[in-house]
């Protein structure tokens, strides 16, 4: 089975910072990689599939970009509401695996 | 306006079976694939079972291979999984799922609140 990493595993930044996550996939999945949000007692919320669209709603500051096995979400401009752990997940074939997780704070 | 209403959790001894709902609503039930999430308390997301849309197809994680089975009833727009031989690696809250695309299994759109297995004697 593919395996999913995500680095780093956790972070904290300042309003307005720019953050970057990674998602790593042990094979090359194309661009069959989704991101989630899962705010703190919440229910996770789709961000980006196909590696690099954006789900309808979801603020402009969120991007998503990568193909093969190296991915990236990116958040232009950190919220005090984008505090959440977030989720990469491949979906090319079953396992439909997800990442581990980063969570995301603020400094 | 889509809306999944997961049911049938609770407590189980060590050995039990446990079947758990999800009613859906707002969308044609019959076209979209779903699946089954579960997230153990603290935990991040483990990916659980998937079916298509007319039930032809089914996924398993290989940690529940065997033990539990995901079915669907388009006549009631209802999705089930089937859980036996729980263990406390089990105890979770799980989340049933819409799929993204209506045409093949991709990954999930529309999520329930989740309901709460929880396992111990």
């Known amino acids: 089975d593919i395996q999913m990493t995500q680095s780093p595993s956790s972070l904290s930044a300042s309003v307005g910072d720019r953050v970057t996550i990674t998602c790593r996939a042990s094979?090359?999945?194309?661009?069959?990689l989704a991101w989630f949000q899962q705010k703190p007692g919440k229910v996770p919320k789709l961000l980006i599939y196909?590696?690099?669209t954006l789900q309808s709603g979801v603020p402009s500051r969120f991007s998503g970009s990568g193909s093969g096995t190296d991915f990236t979400l990116t958040i232009s401009s950190l919220q005090p509401e984008d505090v959440a752990t977030y989720y990469c997940?491949?979906?090319?074939?079953?396992?439909?695996?997800f990442g581990p997780g980063t969570k995301v704070d603020i400094k | 306006e889509v809306q999944l209403v997961e049911s049938g959790g609770g407590l189980v001894q060590p050995g039990g079976s446990l079947r758990l709902s999800c009613a859906a609503s707002?969308?044609?039930?019959?076209?979209?694939?779903m699946h089954w999430v579960r997230q153990a308390p603290g935990k991040g997301l483990e990916y659980v079972s998937a079916?298509?849309?007319?039930?032809?197809?089914?996924y398993h994680a290989n940690s529940v291979k065997g033990r539990f089975t995901i079915s669907r009833d388009n006549s009631k727009n209802t999705l089930y999984l089937q859980m036996g031989g729980l263990t406390a690696e089990d105890m979770a809250v799980y989340y049933c799922?819409?799929?993204?695309?209506?045409?093949?299994?991709?990954?999930?759109?529309?999520w329930g609140q989740g309901t709460l297995v929880t396992v111990s004697s």
């Open positions: 799922a819409r799929d993204l695309s209506g045409t093949t299994v991709t990954t999930m759109v529309y």
């Open positions: 094979q090359g999945i194309s661009n069959y």
């Open positions: 997940q491949k979906y090319n074939s079953a396992p439909r695996t």
């Open positions: 707002g969308f044609t039930f019959s076209s979209y694939a």
């Open positions: 079916i298509s849309s007319n039930g032809g197809s089914t």
């Open positions: 196909a590696a690099s």
